[in-house]
């Protein structure tokens, strides 16, 4: 079974330091992997997808995530956090089981910004 | 514009009361998805459905039903069987592919009390 993990629910960062929010997966094969980033009380929003074209995914909002087989992980980074960057992210992946698809999500990581 | 409509946003029920939650997409998606959302527990898959007239149950689907008569519509029943229905219910819709994303709506916030 494919499932994802996201280490720490709440990361603080301050204004226009580094956000590293970390994912891992785990997946016999090869996996379809996205970040979503969640405003307070809307739905969810794409932020980027790795679907095997390239390991260096590049989304919106300057964030973006590297596919690292070896490690399992597709961890997201933007270079510098604005205050509009505080949201709760998460990490998921696209699975099928018997010719059904589900995707499965992370618990989520809640990022502060702090001016 | 396309999108996915969910309503309504707040909905109150009595204990003991089954309610249906809406979720309306003009996108042409086949998949629909129901998810429910907790505090720190991330999103739960409830139920989700690839065809006309054909769902799985996801991870938690006990004390709810669907219904996909329509392709648009994907209508969702709480029922008086969910021991703790109160949540956040975001429902998604995607092409039929496993590297599409998810559509979301902006979610129906269920209080029963």
């Known amino acids: 079974a494919q499932s994802v993990t996201q280490l720490g629910s709440h990361v603080s960062v301050s204004e226009g330091a580094l956000v590293l929010l970390r994912c891992n997966y785990s997946?016999?094969?090869?996996?379809?992997l996205f970040w979503y980033v969640q405003y307070p009380n809307q739905g969810l929003q794409l932020l980027l997808k790795y679907t095997s074209a390239a390991t260096l995914v590049k989304g919106i909002n300057g964030f973006e995530a590297e596919f690292k087989k070896s490690e399992t992980s597709f961890h997201l980074t933007k270079p510098s956090a604005h205050m509009s960057d505080a949201a709760e992210y998460f990490c998921?992946?696209?699975?099928?089981?018997?010719?059904?698809?589900?995707?499965?999500f992370g618990i989520g990581t809640k990022l502060q910004v702090i001016p | 514009d396309g999108g996915i409509t969910q309503s309504p946003k707040y909905l109150f029920r009595k204990e003991g009361q089954n309610v249906t939650l809406s979720c309306e997409q003009n996108l042409n998606h086949d998949a629909m998805y129901w998810y429910r959302q907790d505090p720190g527990q991330g999103l739960r898959l409830i139920y989700y459905?690839?065809?006309?007239?054909?769902?799985q149950k996801g991870d938690i689907a006990e004390g709810y039903s669907v219904s996909r008569e329509k392709k648009e519509s994907f209508p969702l029943t709480v029922t008086s069987a969910q021991k703790n229905p109160t949540a956040f219910y975001l429902c998604?819709?995607?092409?039929?592919?496993?590297?599409?994303?998810?559509?979301f709506g902006n979610g129906t916030r269920l209080t029963v009390t």
């Open positions: 998604a819709s995607r092409t039929d592919s496993y590297n599409s994303p998810l559509h």
């Open positions: 997946s016999s094969v090869p996996p379809y």
């Open positions: 998921a992946v696209s699975r099928g089981s018997g010719g059904y698809q589900k995707v499965t």
């Open positions: 459905s690839q065809i006309v007239n054909d769902f």
